[in-house]
Structure formats: C-alpha cells, structure tokens
C-alpha cells in the first residue's frame, strides 16, 4: 500500500496545499508502520492563484502506485481528477504528523474494506519524472 503527501520544505507533517506541492513524499503503509521510500518530483499546479489543469495529468501520473494522498487542503478540480485515477484525495489530517496522520488513514481504509464499503485494488505504476529521487531499491532498479 503506498500513499503520497505534498511536501514542501522539511516539516514532517501533512502540511501543503495539493496546488503548491512540487514534490511528493511516497510511504508504504502496514498496519504498524509508515515507511518512507522516496519522493517525486511534480510540476507546480498552482500558477498565481489558479490552477493549471493542463497539469494534473502529470502530477497524477507521478503518484499513480498510490492509493491515496494526504495534503493540508486541496480544490474541487484536482480532487476529482484523482477521484477519477482511483486516488483518494485525503485533507482530514492537515498539520497532523505524516506517520500518525498515513496510519489512521490506512486504519481508516482498512475498516472500510472490511465493511465491504471499498475494494482494495492493485494500482497502477507512476510516471516517475527524470531526476526524481527515489529509494535505493528503486535507484538500483
């Protein structure tokens, strides 16, 4: 299970506006742990106070292997467009920490599975931009 947060600057909390992220922070998610694996880079979606829909297809691409993003806030137009792409869009734990906010999530997306409110499906790869920085693992690959 992987899942993306804007990130901007060294804070470790979910703490962007999906517009104003120019890179994603990818964690795999257990029950117990949030590990971070890497992030990638995006194209900015906010120019001057609206949003560049001509780039939401990029930026969704780069997260594509995610089930979810957590970000502080985000507008009707990329919320949709990640609806769309089978990416949950996820600002109730804005200025929370990553860690604690991704697991609450995924507890969260757990109960609704077995609830058999949601079906856990296998994502797609991203699009993983040139010069992005990733895992070792990823790196070597």
């Given at each position: 299970m992987r899942c993306g947060r804007g990130h901007r600057g060294l804070r470790q909390g979910v703490n962007q506006h999906f517009g104003?992220?120019?890179?994603?922070?990818?964690?795999?998610?257990s029950r117990d742990e949030a590990l971070?694996?890497?992030?990638?880079?995006?194209?900015?979606?906010?120019?001057?106070?609206?949003?560049?829909?001509?780039?939401?297809?990029?930026i969704v691409g780069a997260i594509n292997d995610c089930h979810?993003?957590?970000?502080?806030?985000?507008?009707a137009c990329p919320r949709d467009e990640l609806k769309a792409a089978g990416i949950e869009p996820v600002d109730e734990y804005a200025h929370e920490f990553i860690e604690k906010a991704a697991l609450s999530w995924?507890?969260?997306?757990?109960?609704?599975?077995?609830?058999?409110?949601?079906?856990h499906e296998a994502r797609g790869d991203a699009r993983i931009r040139q010069g992005a920085f990733t895992s070792g693992a990823e790196a070597a690959a």
């Amino acid at each position: 299970m992987r899942c993306g947060r804007g990130h901007r600057g060294l804070r470790q909390g979910v703490n962007q506006h999906f517009g104003h992220a120019t890179e994603f922070q990818i964690y795999e998610l257990s029950r117990d742990e949030a590990l971070f694996v890497g992030h990638r880079r995006v194209d900015l979606y906010c120019q001057g106070g609206y949003g560049e829909d001509e780039q939401l297809p990029s930026i969704v691409g780069a997260i594509n292997d995610c089930h979810a993003v957590l970000v502080a806030k985000i507008g009707a137009c990329p919320r949709d467009e990640l609806k769309a792409a089978g990416i949950e869009p996820v600002d109730e734990y804005a200025h929370e920490f990553i860690e604690k906010a991704a697991l609450s999530w995924f507890s969260d997306y757990r109960a609704r599975i077995a609830r058999g409110e949601q079906i856990h499906e296998a994502r797609g790869d991203a699009r993983i931009r040139q010069g992005a920085f990733t895992s070792g693992a990823e790196a070597a690959a």
